[in-house]
Structures are given as C-alpha cells and as structure tokens.
C-alpha cells in the first residue's frame, strides 16, 4: 500500500546496490544497510547468494572484452552477494555518491568505498550508475514480486510531501 509522505511505486525511484563478497566477508553488511536507511532511503527487497558466474557475467555484461572482466566476474560469484533495492527521492544518484569512486583511493571519506576500502578489485559495493541500468540490475537479480511495496511512517518526517 501507498503510506503517508510516500509516492506512488510507479513513481518511485529505485536502485539496485550490493555488498559484494568482500564487504560481506569483512562484516560491514549492517554498517551498510545503515547508511541508506539513516539517510532515508526505503529498503523494498534484499537477499543473500551466491551468483553463478555466468550471472556475474550478465551483471556486469557492458563490461565484457576488459581485461579486468574475468577477475571481476571470478570475484563476485566466489561468495555471498547481498542484493538490494533502495528506494527514495534522488537515491540512483545520490546512492552513487554514498558509495563513492570507483577506486576506493580515489573516493573521499565518508563514502562507503572511501571509508573501507583501497583496491579498484576490492571495493566493497555496487550500485546502478544510472535510472536505466538501476531498472535493468533490478530485473536481473529480482522478480517484480520479490519487490515489497509499503508506506514508512517516518517519510512525514524525511519529505515535506
Ligand atoms: N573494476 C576493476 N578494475 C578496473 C575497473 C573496474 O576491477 O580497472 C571493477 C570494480 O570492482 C568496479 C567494477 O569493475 O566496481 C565495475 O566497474 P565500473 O567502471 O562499472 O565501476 P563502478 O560502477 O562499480 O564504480
């Protein structure tokens, strides 16, 4: 259902984030979590796998043919994933800053990759860099019913209307 201060799901935006298995190795799912959450973004789906890699490889299909593809794809499927989708205002965007440069040398403080990580192959985190690739990620990883439709209270206090 629609709750009060929220906008209808077909007007929500939404991005696809994950923990990739070195920030689920190294225990920061719930610091994670935490940040969308306090910032005021609306968690609507999340899940725990271990991908194939062959679906690494769809995951990351733009970039096949790139000398970093094999590792990369070796890497994401060599343990647990945790998938999301975020909902919120700006939060394609605004989710990218939070999680902050590609490298992680190059990323500031205060980000996600910037606060704990230091290799381009070792960053922690994913999010869609885009409204399309977010809706095409969220295609891939989840089913439409996979995806929880509710109202949050505390948005009265997050979004004038
Ligand atoms: N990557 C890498 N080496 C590179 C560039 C990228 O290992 O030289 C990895 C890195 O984990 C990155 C992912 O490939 O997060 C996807 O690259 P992209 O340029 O899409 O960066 P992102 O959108 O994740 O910031």
Known sequence: FVGSGTVSAEEAERTFIAIKPDGVQRGLIADIIARFERKGYKLVAVKILVPTKEFAGKHYAEHEGRPFFEGLTDFLSSGPVLAMVWEGQGV????????????????APGTIRGDFGI??????????????????????????????SYGLDIHKWVYEK
């Open 119 to 148: 290799q381009v192959g070792r960053n922690i985190i994913h999010g869609s860099d885009s409204p399309d690739s977010a809706k095409k990620e969220i295609g891939l990883w989840f089913t439409p019913e996979d995806l929880v």
């Open 92 to 107: 394609v965007t605004y989710g990218r800053k939070m999680i902050g440069a590609t490298k992680p040398l190059e990323s």
